[in-house]
């Protein structure tokens, strides 16, 4: 049975900056993660997934673009951008996907929201947790509680994915450094990065294990990180 075409968000809606501008590249990177996720991550169509800091639903796409299906068992779409989640909720919203907008304080992308910090999923409910492009905004306080939260979501088999700014013999967390990556920084949080021994041990003190590092081969120069219940 031929699927219908899927909607894509406008440009406005699309985070990630140039990368994910025009139709073909942000299908292309929708679908390129979900293939990874499953040779990394043993997505499947089985799977119940948290994409957090969803944004517009770039995964979802390539999720519903990839599996023979359209779906997996739960696609969980999380962010604090109403406006993007109601666009994901109206145009994505669908048997096995679902989106929660959560009201939770990140000084570049809700800083009037509240101090309680939530995944908006139970514990020990996630077999593939996936973050792109998060860390690279976040402080240093809600970095190590996050991998917290992650740790306690994800299922005995489960596995973390995401990426953010790591070098050796830098600060242990700094915002904006100046003369780093491709851009020129602006704004509060917009580009985060960590000593990797810091974030490292932000990773075991949550009770996770790092299971894959690839270092600086994704957006702006991120680097990958696959994370398993220690
Ligand atoms: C650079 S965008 C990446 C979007 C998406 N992951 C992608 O790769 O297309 C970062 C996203 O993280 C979201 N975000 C930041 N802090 C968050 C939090 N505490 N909970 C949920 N989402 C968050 C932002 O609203 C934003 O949509």
Request: charged share 30%.
């Amino acid at each position: 049975m031929k699927r219908k075409k899927t909607t894509l968000p406008p440009g406005k809606y699309r985070m990630g900056g140039k990368h994910f501008k025009n139709d073909e590249a942000f299908v292309r990177t929708a679908v390129r993660d979900v293939k990874r996720l499953e040779r990394l991550a043993d997505l499947s169509e089985g799977s119940r997934l948290l994409d957090w800091g969803c944004g517009a639903g770039r995964l979802a796409v390539g999720v519903r673009e990839h599996f023979a299906s359209g779906r997996i068992e739960d696609y969980h779409g999380v962010d604090v951008q109403p406006d993007l989640i109601g666009w994901a909720r109206e145009n994505l919203t669908a048997p096995g996907y679902r989106f929660t907008c959560v009201d939770v304080a990140n000084e570049r992308y809700n800083p009037a929201g509240l101090p309680e910090r939530t995944l908006a999923t139970d514990p020990d409910s996630v077999d593939v947790f996936y973050a792109y492009s998060v860390f690279s905004h976040m402080n240093d306080e809600d970095t190590a509680a996050y991998l917290n939260l992650i740790s306690e979501a994800l299922s005995g088999r489960g596995r973390a994915f995401l990426t953010c700014f790591v070098e050796e013999g830098v600060p242990a967390w700094e915002e904006n450094p100046t003369g780093y990556g491709p851009l020129e920084w602006k704004g509060r949080l917009h580009c985060t990065r960590f000593r990797r021994q810091h974030f490292e041990a932000h990773v075991a003190d949550a009770g996770l294990a790092v299971d894959r590092f690839v270092y600086g081969r994704e957006t702006d120069g991120q680097s990958l990180y696959v994370l398993r219940p220690q």
